[in-house]
């Protein structure tokens, strides 16, 4: 009896653990596309919104995020150095924002738009241009939200 009680106790214990750490891995963002999604070649593109059809927000993302990563290891190795390339390379500024899991969703969407016809090399002037623009449009506010908070000791 003493025994059922402690397996039922510990049990539950691990499925609060395994519950936790799957919200914590969404909150993270790692259980999306991943954020340069809109650089790669449309049939690309399309193989990892096959890949993310079928997940659900709050469910474990592990075989997506392995067959995410399987094609991107199919590319080449050109376009791989592109799009994991130095923040200190210039061409990494052709691309969305860092920040931009942390936008309203309203500028996500105008950012992604501008962004989703870009292919890698190419000038990205005009979208780097339209992305000022839309960033411009934001409120002080929502400014203020996108700051780090001060650690509170």
Known sequence: ????????????????????????????????????????????RSDLQRV????????????????????LKKLPDDMQERLFVNKKNDKALCSIPPFFDKLPLSVQQKLFDIWSDYVIGEDCNTQLQSTRIVLVSISSEQWQDLRPRAAVP
Do not use: H
């Open 52 to 71: 993310w059809s079928s997940y659900t927000a709050g469910d474990d993302c592990t075989a997506q995020r392995f067959a995410t990563n399987q094609i």
């Open 1 to 44: 009896m003493t025994t059922t009680i402690f397996f039922i106790a510990f049990a539950s214990f691990t499925q609060a653990l395994i519950d936790r750490d799957r919200e914590l891995e969404n909150r993270r963002g790692r259980c999306k596309m991943p954020i340069f999604t809109f650089k790669l070649p449309q049939n690309v």
